[in-house]
């Protein structure tokens, strides 16, 4: 795997954004949108054993909101219009794609520049970088490999951002 930016300096930044009071956002779509999922239930839900939740939403799982926003506007700026919504400064928002060419993804990844946030890509090697924000890159050109590591990215990760906040577990025991 190639790291424009080491996953452990992206897992440096979500503990730091999480200790502000900060909240992290993600999203994908297609086989993407299920990592985003995953990413997001693993943060918020548990990961490995219990442990306090930590504030991470995935955009684009409200079928009512995402139907009422493609009807509207259009697909290209469903996420855009998420983020513009929800997240506000500071926060961190992960989109996960396989090339990053999609209009929906760099208009996303603009809004959450917009509202002041950091915007980490997690990318196949084929996709576009961005000269902004984070990014790590998947050293694959295959749509499966890619979708592979970037399930281990999102378990180093979360295992990170767990140990990361070790101490604050442990003094609220």
């Known amino acids: 795997m190639i790291e424009v930016d080491?996953?452990?300096?992206v897992i440096d930044l979500i503990v730091e954004r999480l200790?502000?009071?900060?909240?992290i956002w993600t999203f994908g779509c297609g086989g993407q949108l299920l990592g985003a999922m995953h990413f997001a239930a693993e943060l918020s839900g548990k990961y490995e054993q219990y442990e306090d939740p930590f504030p991470c939403v995935c955009l684009g799982t409200n079928v009512g909101e995402l139907s009422a926003i493609i009807n509207d506007f259009g697909?290209?700026?469903t996420f855009e219009r998420l983020i513009l919504a929800n997240v506000?400064?500071?926060d961190v928002v992960v989109g996960f794609t396989v090339s990053g060419e999609g209009e929906y993804y760099r208009r996303a990844a603009r809004a959450a520049l917009t509202q002041e946030?950091?915007?980490v890509n997690v990318v196949g090697k084929v996709g576009h970088l961005f000269p902004w924000g984070m990014e790590i890159v998947i050293d694959r050109e295959d749509t499966p490999g890619i979708q592979e590591e970037q399930l281990r990215v999102i378990h180093r990760i979360c295992g990170?951002?767990?140990k990361g906040l070790e101490a604050e577990f442990a003094a609220r025991l």
Do not use: A, I
Not at 6 to 9: G, K
């Open 6 to 9: 080491s996953v452990d300096r």
């Open 19 to 23: 200790r502000e009071g900060s909240r």
């Open 75 to 77: 697909w290209d700026v």
């Open 88 to 90: 506000k400064k500071g």
């Open 117 to 119: 946030c950091v915007f």
């Open 160 to 162: 990170g951002v767990k």
